[in-house]
């Protein structure tokens, strides 16, 4: 584990667990600038960073899933981390979106969701984990990664992201919107810090004052239950609400507005050099966590909501769809990657491998033939027998070369001709004179093959090929 989360992680434990002393600010003079310094700028985390580290958690907890929701204004891409229990499906709970960093100059919440899912990743979170099967979280780190890599308010387009919520002229706003009606979200949490030079700066917790407003009347029960939780734990945290004359261009009140139940968490700017003051606002942002996902754990919190925001069961089947098509592809694929086994090698292959070996072999066989001397030919004659038969015509022909073997088969066969008797070549009469019946049998056939030069030789003259 790197140092950077290490400390993180004993910063969070530290700010969570432990009481610490009312965190209001002292009074900040209004030319005070925001701009972070040393050593909190080392500490905060840049978007590739933060991208590098949510796929390791990602990767080492069943209870995390990560996915894409868009791209920023310079095409960086909009991170979305799933936090829920495997085996219950979120439309069975109650879902929470939780925005982080609208604003880059303002890191806190950044780094306090980040401590959260590292230590929910290694199993360090287990009461949160149980709340899980009541709750499903669904946290953007990094609404504005073009602002927060260059360390300012606004984003890479020049935008104030958090006054675009009327008019949607910015792929981040538009991209959290859709996400946010896909999922049927329950309940929007948007967290901030205040600037050096606000007038009101200190920890708050925002909701609609509409005493008539049924939503506006969750969002109050978790101002105050947060709140309570917050102030046992040593956070001083006030509970401001808004009313109709506010600007409506804020993200809480936008989806106030469209029947979610939406708060608005601030912290106290602080001194930009203060790394115990930093920790001490992150320490806002994860008890709150903590308080939401216990007060929304209790039972029939659901179904009170699905209620008074109008979701019904087919409102319901769509986010599970939503939900299984954002983040269901990215697990089992990587589990398939690492389930891969070799390929079989075909049945046919080792056939067709070993039928090219053999003609490979043939045509070698046949060329080794051809090659040798002529004499060994004679070993695929018909009569090679006789090769080794002192005095045989195939045993004269084997010792010599073709052209003079057949030389010495045509001598030989006109030496046997002339040879002959002139008594016997008297002897042989016309066809005319011959008697159509003679007493003399006939003679044998292979005595006549014998007696026939030209067959004999037909044969030899093949046996020399």
Known sequence: MSFRKCWKIGALLVAAGTAQLPSSAAPVSPDASPVMTKPIASLVTSYAAMTKELRADVSASPLLSLASIGKSSQGKTLWMVRAGEPGVSPDKTVRVLFLCRQHGDEPASTEAVLGVLSRLAHGKEPELRAQLRQTTFYFIPMVNPDGADANTRRSGAGADL???????????????????????????????????????????????????SAIGGAAREMQAAAAMALAQNGFQINATAYGPQADPRLAHRYFTSQNIASLLVETHSGDPGDVGDFVRRQGVYVGLIHALATHLSMSGTQARLDALENIGGDREAKSAAADRQLFAPAKPKAAAVAAHTPRRTPLWLPSILAFAVALWAMSQGRAAIDASPVAKRYRYCRKSWLRDVPGSRVWAAATVQPEAARGAVSSAVTRRAQKASPARRSLKTRPSDRPRYSLTPPKPASARASAAPSADRRERRLCLR
């Open 162 to 212: 958090n006054r675009d919520w009327s008019a949607f002229t910015q792929p981040e706003t538009r991209a959290v919107k859709a996400i946010a009606q896909k999922l049927g979200a329950h309940v929007v949490v948007d967290a901030h810090n205040w600037d050096g030079d606000d007038p009101y700066n200190a920890n708050c917790i925002e909701a609609d004052r509409d005493r008539d």
